[in-house]
């Protein structure tokens, strides 16, 4: 009898042993299995967090980008743009600022048009270090180390203004160019492909003004244009490698009486220049696709993230508008984006 109740305490005791055992390993498991389904769940649910840093906020071009981010961000399904830049186009520090917050918020992706080609280049290498993909639009970087470049080739872009303001003028007369603002890689191309065009297309011009710059506003560049004006009484054209520098310039002609009488030849689009073309006081703007980039630089940087093929360079492409194409579907198209169905506006 007493074998036999030794033998049934040490049956019970292991069957009890198991039995704890097994309960608490199915606990576990369920537990483990519970939490990474969760985590699974929860990273799938979320949707991909790009931030796009523009240039500025103010101008047409830059509501052209945002307009296009929302509709990549819309096709894609799940990816939220967030949208934030510096309200001044030359301030430098609160861009980076704005990258350094994006970094801290743990976004998925930056899709950035730098201010200046080498302040920038800090800030995101510090997203590379952060395992933070960047794609760069409109204006280059210094380093080369980000993932993809979305953006107009402005070299020729410039080249095209040049052929276009040589054929204005008879390939004569004396010109100026009105530089942007130092620093930006984009407008500096254009400045460079324009007096490289001019030497191809109107050797016989002369350059008078080349070295002065317009600044972030159109207030600054209707004070550098009026000096200019004022300084070289007889100009047959100038060019002007941006929206608010081109406007600024046609204020001042307009203040002097030369609008339509010097040639003007710009870069990009908002309702006062486009009604400039329409009326022969600015004879020809060069159309970059702001929406297309913007619309690119998510798609590129949504395919970086997922491991999918994405394009090193996208160039976007460049058009010239005149008032003798002014009409045609592909002009209008670039001259008034549709900001009504992505921005309510």
């Not at 519970?34 to 967090?49: D, F, H, I, R, V």
């Not at 790009?50 to 399904?77: C, D, F, Q, R």
């Not at 004006?229 to 054209?237: L, T």
């Not at 520098?245 to 001042?252: D, I, N, P, Y």
Request: aromatic share 6%.
């Amino acid at each position: 009898m007493i074998i036999n109740r030794n033998n049934f305490l040490k049956k019970s005791l292991a069957l009890g042993f198991w039995a704890l055992t097994a309960t608490f390993t199915a606990c576990n498991n369920n537990s483990s299995t519970s939490q990474e389904s969760g985590s699974t769940a929860k990273a799938a649910g979320e949707p991909l967090k790009i931030a796009v840093i523009p240039k500025g906020a103010t101008h047409n071009y830059w509501k052209s980008v945002h307009a296009g981010a929302m509709k990549a961000a819309k096709e894609l399904g799940n990816v939220e743009v967030l949208w934030q830049g510096p309200q001044k186009e030359d301030d430098r520090q609160m861009q980076i600022q704005v990258v350094q917050n994006f970094i801290s918020r743990g976004v998925n992706g930056i899709v950035l048009a730098p201010l200046d080609e080498r302040s920038l280049v800090p800030p995101v290498k510090a997203a590379l270090n952060r395992k933070i993909p960047v794609v760069i639009f409109d204006s280059d970087l210094a380093a080369k180390d980000y993932a993809s470049y979305v953006a107009t080739d402005n070299l020729a872009g410039g080249k095209l203004c040049a052929k276009r303001l040589a054929e204005l003028t008879g390939g004569k007369g004396n010109i100026i160019l009105l530089r942007y603002s130092e620093g930006s890689a984009s407008t500096h191309a254009r400045e460079e492909g324009f007096l490289a065009g001019m030497q191809e297309y109107a050797p016989n011009a002369k350059i008078v003004s080349s070295n002065q710059y317009a600044g972030a506003t159109m207030e600054k560049a209707f004070q550098a244009s009026q000096n200019l004006i004022n300084r070289f009484a007889n100009v047959d054209g100038v060019f002007c490698p941006n929206e608010s520098s081109t406007q600024g310039m046609l204020r001042a002609l307009q203040t002097a009486g030369k609008a339509g009488k010097v040639k003007l030849v710009g870069f990009d689009s908002n309702e006062t220049l486009v009604a400039a073309l329409n009326n022969g006081t600015i004879q020809g703007l060069a159309l970059q696709d702001p929406f297309n980039m913007g619309y690119l630089g998510v798609k590129t940087a949504v395919s970086v993230i997922r491991g999918e093929k994405f394009e090193k360079h996208i160039d976007t492409g460049i058009t010239m508008a005149t008032k003798e194409n002014i009409n045609e579907p592909a002009i209008k198209t670039l001259l008034t984006p549709d900001l009504k169905t992505w921005l309510n506006e």
